[in-house]
């Protein structure tokens, strides 16, 4: 019986799921976090269970984002590249879907103007870079005082003015190699409470 119960515990020990990823593995979107995120509800670990199953909702939505944009059309490659007029990106994002019909668009990662203006529009004048802004005021404020309020601190900038898919794909960019991390310390036995 005793030979019977060894032989079990060692099939369990095998179990794939019940392991965590290596290093490299870790880091797969999707696949290395979900893996980490079971691995870490086995062990009872129910905040490392948490932060990994949302950073493997993070890839999926990120994921999402991109199929989403390329189904659009992620780049404005033929036409006129200016902002405004006619022919101009600012329609073109309006007849893709992107901005609705007087709605401002944000020019997050590369601004029109200041450092922006050395960039090429073909470009800064590109949907990755052009985030639809739910609240004109919002978008008047990000770089300077309007209509008698102050522009924007720099929390309210990174949270109003990137579009959602770069802050989940910044917050993923961090967690998963401090995941890997995690991880890597774990098999060496540097996981808290095993020293």
């Known amino acids: 019986m005793i030979e019977k119960q060894k032989a079990y515990n060692a099939k369990q020990e095998e179990e794939w799921w019940r392991k965590h990823p290596g290093v490299v593995e870790s880091v797969v979107p999707v696949w290395g976090s979900a893996r980490e995120a079971v691995a870490d509800a086995y062990e009872g670990d129910i ?14 939505f990120l994921a999402g984002a991109v199929v989403k944009g390329v189904g659009k059309g992620a780049f404005k490659v033929a036409g006129s590249h200016a902002w405004k007029g006619r022919n101009g990106v600012r329609a073109w ?6 901005l609705a019909p007087g709605q401002h668009g944000h020019h997050w990662a590369i601004p ?17 870079n052009i985030h639809p802004m739910k609240d004109p005021a919002i978008h008047m404020r990000m770089n300077k005082s309007w209509d008698g309020k102050p522009p924007l601190t720099l929390p309210e900038q990174l949270w109003h003015g990137p579009p ?17 991390a995690k991880a890597g310390m774990e098999r060496n036995g540097t996981r808290q409470g095993s020293r």
């Open 47 to 60: 905040a490392g269970a948490a932060l990994n199953g949302a950073l493997a909702a993070s890839d999926l």
């Open 112 to 128: 029109q103007n200041g450092w922006g203006k050395s960039v090429p529009d073909a470009i800064k004048n590109q949907p990755w």
């Open 93 to 98: 994002m309006g007849e893709k879907g992107y």
């Open 164 to 180: 959602p898919w770069a802050k989940v794909g910044s917050a993923a960019a961090v967690g998963h190699p401090a995941g890997a």
